[in-house]
């Protein structure tokens, strides 16, 4: 028996909640001796350098940031090259960037914090060392202006050297690149630990949800598990979920059958397409299956639920998807509504994942 997709509507992959985590990639660089060293890091030697274009300019104010936020994370700082050290994180500020290349691994050349070879203004570099080895690891701070000049003279800062490095010093007071490092060496219990701590903000909250679903920190599951019970943070977490183990799915099953709030029941569905996917488990189809087409369901869930039935490809998505397809052939928009046309294409590309001629 054969049949075919009655829908004529283009193929495109469009994920509703932004680009593929980075977690499928995440330090496969690293040897696991590597990975055990880093995981052990306890003590670190901070080496700051500043220079102006007259110079070299006063590190002791940056220094001092960058060791007081990496003591927010609960590790042993030093200044001093010849104290007992694990690792060495190495921050160049400089008032007129030179160009050093991107990271050659890692997977994030092409973030915002990555660096830029078209930014030539004032920047810091962060990098850092294991064992004498420099990693292949760069993150960029740059200020809000590129001509440190002009921008004294607008201030009425007086000279524009180091006027750019407190404006660089300011910018590492807000950049969490303590959390970027903490993730980088898998090491999720100190990111739990300043989660739990009472003066820790929703924003920073929401970046340490987002970097523990990209570590798959399964230890993690408990306190993603009661972030869902915080309207700030419960699609973050979320999401989050999607990346953990299996013990994250009976979690997300009850988010999406359960709440009220369309955008968390979409990253519940996402999470158990991805879940699904990763983990070759069945026990997804069911509840997005019930869902999919399920009285008063939000369109932008259910389309979020089609894509996530073609990522787990099985028998008994076929008829369901065949039906709302039929269903969606139907309606007649002028002009075409584009959550309509968006979960078409969903359909549509499940239909083709799922089913197979006989």
């Given at each position: ?227 869902l019970k915080d309207k700030d943070l419960a699609k973050q977490a979320a999401v989050a979920l999607g990346n953990m183990g299996k013990e994250g799915i009976p979690v997300l099953i009850d988010i999406l059958k359960h709440s009220k709030q369309p955008d968390l029941q979409a990253a519940a569905a996402k999470g158990l397409g991805d879940l699904g996917n990763i983990h070759s488990d069945p026990r997804v ?74």
């Amino acid at each position: 028996m054969t049949r075919s997709c009655s829908t004529a509507a283009a193929l495109f992959l469009l994920p509703i909640l932004g680009i593929a985590s980075s977690a499928e990639a995440y330090r496969d660089y690293f040897s696991e001796a590597q990975k055990a060293e880093l995981a052990h890091i306890r003590t670190v030697l901070i080496e700051v350098i500043a220079l102006t274009d007259k110079g070299a300019g006063p590190v002791d104010g940056i220094r001092n940031v960058v060791m007081r936020r990496m003591e927010e994370l609960g590790y042993t700082v030093v200044a001093d090259p010849g104290h007992s050290h694990d690792v060495v994180v190495r921050v160049k500020c400089e008032q007129r960037k030179t160009w050093e290349g991107t990271a050659s691994a890692g997977g994030d050349h092409d973030l915002l914090d990555a660096p830029s070879r078209l930014w030539k203004g004032p920047a810091c570099q962060v990098t850092y060392a294991l064992g004498g080895m420099k990693i292949k690891w760069q993150k960029e701070v740059r200020t809000e202006f590129e001509d440190a000049i002009q921008a004294a003279q607008s201030a009425q800062a007086g000279e524009a050297g180091p006027y750019a490095l407190a404006a660089l010093q300011g910018e590492l007071e807000k950049y969490e690149f303590p959390l970027l490092l903490t993730a980088e060496w898998g090491q999720p219990d100190r990111l739990l630990k300043l989660m739990d701590a009472p003066g820790t903000n929703q924003l920073r909250k929401l970046k340490i949800i987002s970097l523990l679903g990209e570590m798959v920190a399964d230890e993690a599951l408990p306190q993603l598990t009661e972030a869902l019970k915080d309207k700030d943070l419960a699609k973050q977490a979320a999401v989050a979920l999607g990346n953990m183990g299996k013990e994250g799915i009976p979690v997300l099953i009850d988010i999406l059958k359960h709440s009220k709030q369309p955008d968390l029941q979409a990253a519940a569905a996402k999470g158990l397409g991805d879940l699904g996917n990763i983990h070759s488990d069945p026990r997804v189809v069911p509840p997005l299956l019930d869902m999919l087409d399920a009285p008063g369901i939000d369109i932008m869930v259910q389309t979020e639920i089609a894509w996530a039935l073609g990522r787990v490809p099985d028998r008994r998505s076929v008829e369901p998807l065949f039906a709302l397809d039929r269903k969606l052939q139907k309606i007649r928009n002028d002009p075409p509504d584009p959550q309509i046309k968006k979960l078409k294409e969903a359909v549509f590309w499940s239909i083709k994942q799922v089913y197979t001629e006989d």
